[in-house]
C-alpha cells in the first residue's frame, strides 16, 4: 500500500482542469464580487463604482496569482478601440543625456502595466515626420504621443486633428491648443540653478550657454542675479557665434572648453558657472582642472539635464534634472483620459536639483 505525502493543492487559486485561460468571472467568483466590477477595475475604468482601494487591489492580486491574461482583441472590438498607443519621438538633448531614453521608458512601463502597445518611431527632419502620418490614424491606434522637439508645419499638425486622435505632448511650449501638454518652466531651470550657487558663496558667476539657444534658462539665470542685487558680466556669457554653438559642437564640452580657456586667457575672474547642459559643465571642469583651478574649492558649477554620467564625472557635477520620466508618465495618463472623454489641462513640472560635489561648499579642513 502506498501512502500519499504531497501537500493538499488549492482549488481556489488555479482554474478546473480543461477550463482554459482564466476569465473575469474567474476572478470574480474567487473574490465574491460581480464580474462587471473586475473588468472595469482591470480595464481602469472604474467610473461611479465606487470600489474601495483595498478591493481595487485585491481584484489586481487575485489577477497575477491566477496569470489571466487579458483578450485584447475582444476588448478592443467592445470597445472600439486598438489599444495601441502611437509614440513619435525627435530624439532632443546633448549626447549622453538620455532624455528621449527616460521618457520612452517611462512611457514603456506606463503601456505595460495598462496593457496597451505601443508603435515606436524616431524621426528627425520634416519629411519623415511626415511619412509617419498615416500610423497617427484611429485605424493604428488610439492616441499619439509627441516626445521632443517637434514640427511647426500646419498641415502636418492639422491632419492629425482633422482625424480626432487624442495627442499628448511633452514639450517646453505648447504647439496645439488640441494637444494636452506636460511642461517644464525653463526660466525656472536656470534660476534654481543659478540661486544655488548665489546660496554657497558665489558673486561672480559666469553664464555657459547662450541666449539665442537657451532664452529662459537665460532669464532664469538673470532674474536669479537680479534678486540677489548682482548683475551679470556680458564678457562672461557663451558667445552667440553659430559656427561655433549652432554647428561645429553644439552644447558639448568642446565648445565649453573653448569659451572657458578664452576666459582664462583674458584674466576674467568668476567663482562659479551655470552651464546649460551637462556636457558643457563637464568641458569647464576639464579646462579648469588642466589650469590648476579647483573645483568646488574655487570655482562651483551647475549643469542642466542630470545626465547618468553627472554622478561618475572627475567630479560629479550639480545637475538640474527636467523630470523626463515624471513627465511623460503624466503625458501618457493625460493621454488615456483623453481617450476615455474625460477632462485634461495642460501641466507644469517643477525642476529637481541634484546637489553633487562640483557645487558644494568645502571647508578648510576638507580640502
Not at 481556489?12 to 480543461?18: D, E, I
Not at 578664452?262 to 567663482?271: A, M
Not at 520620466?325 to 517643477?350: K, N, S, Y
Amino acid at each position: 500500500m502506498s501512502i500519499d505525502t504531497s501537500e493538499p493543492q488549492s482549488q481556489s487559486a488555479t482554474p478546473p482542469k480543461g477550463r482554459g485561460r482564466v476569465t473575469l468571472v474567474d476572478i470574480a467568483r474567487e473574490l465574491s464580487v460581480s464580474p462587471s466590477l473586475v473588468s472595469k477595475v482591470l480595464n481602469r475604468r472604474l467610473g461611479g463604482s465606487g470600489a474601495s482601494k483595498e478591493m481595487i487591489e485585491a481584484i489586481f492580486e487575485k489577477a497575477h496569482e491566477l496569470d489571466y491574461q487579458a483578450h485584447t482583441v475582444a476588448s478592443a472590438l467592445s470597445n472600439r478601440r486598438v489599444n495601441a498607443i502611437a509614440v513619435l519621438v525627435h530624439e532632443h538633448g546633448v549626447r549622453g543625456s538620455e532624455l528621449a531614453t527616460a521618457a520612452i521608458q517611462a512611457i514603456a512601463g506606463c503601456a505595460a502595466r495598462q496593457q496597451q502597445r505601443l508603435v515606436l518611431q524616431y524621426y528627425q527632419t520634416e519629411q519623415e515626420f511626415e511619412s509617419l502620418l498615416p500610423i497617427a490614424h484611429q485605424s493604428a491606434v488610439d492616441g499619439v504621443i509627441l516626445l521632443g522637439l517637434t514640427p511647426r508645419s500646419a498641415t502636418s499638425l492639422n491632419r492629425i486633428v482633422s482625424r480626432q486622435l487624442p495627442v499628448a505632448t511633452v514639450l517646453d511650449e505648447p504647439i496645439r491648443s488640441e494637444f494636452v501638454n506636460i511642461t517644464m518652466d525653463q526660466a525656472e531651470v536656470g534660476r534654481i540653478a543659478t540661486e544655488h550657487l548665489l546660496a554657497a558663496g558665489c558673486r561672480q558667476l559666469a553664464f555657459l550657454g547662450t541666449a539665442r539657444a537657451a532664452v529662459g534658462r537665460a532669464q532664469g539665470f538673470e532674474s536669479a542675479l537680479a534678486a540677489a542685487g548682482l548683475k551679470s558680466n556680458p564678457a562672461l556669457i557663451m558667445k552667440s557665434d553659430p559656427a561655433l554653438i549652432m554647428k561645429t559642437f553644439g552644447w558639448t564640452a568642446q565648445a565649453a572648453e573653448q569659451t572657458v580657456r578664452d576666459w582664462l586667457d583674458q584674466g576674467l575672474k568668476f567663482d562659479g558657472i551655470v552651464a546649460i547642459s551637462d556636457q558643457l559643465a563637464a568641458g569647464a571642469i576639464n579646462v579648469l582642472l588642466e589650469k590648476g583651478i579647483k573645483v568646488p574649492q574655487q570655482v562651483k558649477i551647475t549643469g542642466i539635464d542630470n545626465s547618468p554620467y553627472c554622478e561618475f564625472f572627475t567630479v560629479p557635477i550639480t545637475s538640474v534634472s527636467q523630470q523626463m520620466g515624471p513627465r511623460a508618465e503624466m503625458a501618457f495618463e493625460a493621454l488615456m483620459r483623453c481617450i476615455d472623454d474625460q477632462p485634461v489641462q495642460d501641466e507644469t513640472v517643477a525642476p529637481v536639483l541634484h546637489v553633487r560635489r562640483s557645487s558644494q561648499v568645502v571647508t578648510s579642513a576638507a580640502t
